[in-house]
């Protein structure tokens, strides 16, 4: 919806209640992906309502939408995992999808799989495909398989360790 900020008449797309330190926001309906970086910037997607970017540093900062875009492949978009530079998030929306901050672009990488982290090397992401660890560079888009778990499905979220280089 449109508002105007000057005016205060932004309605507030928020319901529910999330808690930090020096904030409260309303969040209205569920979250279904919810990733902070290191410079206490918080992005999160609410089912139906889009993508949402929020400095939790700014006392007064409210929710901003992410970069409206025209493509529907990417109006459903997940964030995971924000890279090292704070400029990218790596996302899920019908594959692996990364949002750039400072362009507003949204830059598909992969048709298939979720739950994308970053690498330390800030250009190559890790991510499942049902049953398969893959890795993806971000530049070439070559995916690489690193581990398979046959005819299991892999149902978990990566995570690295704080330096970026174990899993």
């Known amino acids: 919806p ?4 000057s005016a205060n008449q932004c309605p507030s797309p928020f ?4 808690f930090g330190k020096k904030r409260q926001l309303q969040i209205g309906g569920p979250v279904v992906g919810l990733t902070l970086n290191s410079h206490a910037r918080l992005v999160y997607s609410v089912a139906g309502a889009g993508a949402f970017v929020v400095s939790l540093g700014d006392g007064g900062a409210e929710p901003e939408p ?3 875009t025209s493509s529907r492949s990417f109006a459903s ?3 995971f995992s924000w890279s090292r530079d704070g400029n990218q998030i790596a996302g899920v929306a019908d594959g ?3 949002y750039t901050e400072d ?4 830059t598909r990488l992969t048709d298939r799989g ?7 090397d800030g250009r190559r992401l890790l991510f499942v495909d049902d049953d ?21 499905e892999i149902e978990i979220h990566l995570s690295l360790d704080a330096g970026g280089t174990a899993l």
């Not at 362009?103 to 949204?106: A, C, I, K, L």
């Open 103 to 106: 362009t507003g672009e949204y």
């Open 114 to 120: 979720g739950a994308p982290v970053w690498l330390a």
């Open 66 to 68: 992410l970069a409206a």
């Open 2 to 5: 449109t508002c105007s900020r």
């Open 132 to 152: 398969r660890i893959e890795l993806v560079d971000s530049q070439w888009r070559r995916r690489t398989a690193l581990f398979s778990a046959a005819p299991s």
């Open 96 to 98: 692996i999808v990364v």
């Open 15 to 18: 319901a529910g209640v999330l």
């Open 77 to 79: 978009f997940v964030p």
